[in-house]
């Protein structure tokens, strides 16, 4: 009801501001990097606590959906460059399906928001039946089958999210999938006491740091009146980012109905440039990272062919608003963490671009919010 809602519109953008909140609780409780803090359900198996079985394990495979699909594959880049475990991320209908090589020391790692997706149940009972029988979840609904069945569990603390697209379940994801990777880290020996600290200093500070992004809405508001007038958009990013351009499109075509696409930018050249014309925004996500020389070079691309840039970029990037070229400023660079800023404004820009089109942004045509049968 309208009471539940508060000062908001819609569930999706009550869900959105509550993300400082939602990693603050995800988060409370942490005082180091301790693999018991994935050990935390009554029903693990004797004997399969998560200090032995992180000792155990010499690769991770992440099987998930939708959303939930791609905060595993951020955690795939955290894990392979933070904790140097070899790291597969799988689509659950895909992978339930196929003949795979299983490894009994992999740590099966299932992400869901509801913990009652079909299909990614289906995967994990694929995987046991595989041999394989470390199994992890990330969930946010602490009652679930999925964290019934398994050996060990992570409660995200996003609270009940109504709106049929994902948000502060993805964000309380990755608040969860990189205090894993540290935990792993850890367990192979591969976090020195000053990085430990470093990056315990640094998830403290997401809280205050989302909070900081949330101010941004009225830039984002001003982007949203372009695109609802567009039927294509192209979505960028490079490295951790990538991932974060999968999500940032498919939120504006689940609600807006937009199409919308997500390419690593360094793959514009083997296709996606054809469609670049100056009806089709490219938003490009920008962090101060490596990669962004790289990135730029790939925007004068966009920019020879009329394509409109709409950039994500962090305070010190270096990228000035011009024509053709409009910048939103993050307030800070995150480092390792910054994913989970710059889905924000992406989560903004399609609740906002829905909203200029008039759709049910909260129950989007065809869609559910649990997937319970296949
Ligand atoms: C549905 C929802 C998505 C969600 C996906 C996976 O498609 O609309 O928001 O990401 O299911 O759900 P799960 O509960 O497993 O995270």
């Known amino acids: 009801g309208a009471a539940e809602l ?43 606590n998560a200090a032995h079985v992180f000792k155990e394990i010499d690769s991770v495979l992440i099987l998930a959906c939708g959303t939930s699909y791609y905060s595993g594959c951020t955690a795939k880049y955290w894990l392979e460059s933070i904790a140097k475990i070899p790291t597969q991320v799988e689509v659950a209908s895909e992978y339930r399906y196929r003949e795979s090589v299983p490894n009994p020391r992999t740590l099966v790692v299932t992400i869901t928001q509801s913990g009652e997706t079909a299909d990614t149940l289906a995967a994990l009972r694929h995987a046991q039946g595989l041999g394989m029988t470390h199994t992890l979840t990330i969930c946010n609904v602490a009652t679930s089958a999925m964290v019934r069945e398994c050996e060990l569990t992570y409660i995200t603390r996003a609270g009940i999210e109504i709106g049929v697209a994902s948000t502060k379940a993805f964000t309380a994801q990755l608040a969860g999938l990189f205090l894993l990777t540290l935990a792993l880290a850890q367990a192979k020996g ?144 995150y480092g390792e963490l910054s994913p989970l800023l710059h889905v924000v404004p992406l989560q903004l820009l399609a609740y906002h671009t829905a909203c200029a089109r008039g759709t049910d942004v909260d129950k989007p045509r065809n869609l559910a919010k649990s997937v319970t049968v296949e």
């Open 6 to 48: 508060g000062p908001y519109r819609h569930f999706m953008q009550k869900e959105i501001f509550e993300q400082p909140r939602a990693i603050a609780d995800t988060l409370q409780g942490v005082d180091g990097i301790v693999p018991e803090l994935f050990d935390q359900q009554m029903n693990h198996a004797p004997g399969s």
């Open 190 to 333: 591969r976090l020195s006491e000053a990085e430990e600290t470093r990056h315990l200093i640094a998830m403290r500070h997401l809280p205050a740091a989302l909070q900081a992004v949330l101010a941004l809405e009225p830039q984002v508001i001003a982007w949203s009146e372009d695109f609802a007038k567009k039927e294509n958009a192209l979505f960028l990013g490079r490295g951790l980012h990538y991932p974060i351009a999968l999500e940032g499109a498919l939120k504006l075509k689940e609600i807006s109905y937009i199409h919308a696409e997500a390419y690593p930018a360094g793959e514009l050249k083997h296709g996606p440039l054809a469609l670049v014309t100056s009806a089709m925004p490219v938003v490009t996500v920008a962090p101060n990272d490596a990669l962004l020389e790289k990135l730029k070079s790939n925007m004068h691309e966009v920019r020879a062919r009329g394509g409109v840039l709409y950039v994500l970029a962090d305070a010190d990037s270096h990228i000035e608003s011009g024509e053709g070229i409009h910048v939103i400023r993050m307030p800070e660079h």
